[in-house]
Nanobody, 116 residues
Framework: QVQLVESGGGLVQPGGSLRLSCAAS????????IGWYRQAPGKQRDLVAD???????NYADSVKGRFTISGDNAKNTVYLQMSNLKPEDTAVYYC??????????WGQGTQVTVSS
């Protein structure tokens, strides 16, 4: 059974930081592209950042310089370090694992709220 479990969300003030974690099980973690997506109320779900099995990283323009994605194959976990958070970063953040155009899994999401 494949599971992607996000954690680390919460309420933070503007300018603050959070680290999200995505723990995977049931997949060969090291061969998957793992990504973080977010969806704000009334908006579509968009890519925030992802990391391929080869270590190539991609960021949305809106988070470049503020967010950092990293992976730990030994722990089957991908992290998203978020700094200098803004109210517009408020969303549900989802973890996604993809491989080979056929295997595509999502986590249940974790809420991030940036507010004073």
């Amino acid at each position: 059974q494949v599971q992607l479990v996000e954690s680390g969300g919460g309420l933070v003030q503007p300018g603050g930081s959070l680290r999200l974690s995505c723990a995977a099980s049931g997949i060969i973690f090291s061969i998957y592209t793992i990504g973080w997506y977010r969806q704000a109320p009334g908006k579509q779900r968009d890519l925030v950042a992802d990391i391929t099995s080869g270590g190539r990283i991609n960021y949305a323009d809106s988070v470049k310089g503020r967010f950092t994605i990293s992976g730990d194959n030994a722990k089957n976990t991908v992290y998203l370090q978020m700094s200098n958070l803004k109210p517009e970063d408020t969303a549900v953040y989802y973890c996604r694992g993809r491989f080979g155009g056929r295997y595509d899994y999502w986590g249940q999401g974790t809420q991030v709220t940036v507010s004073s």
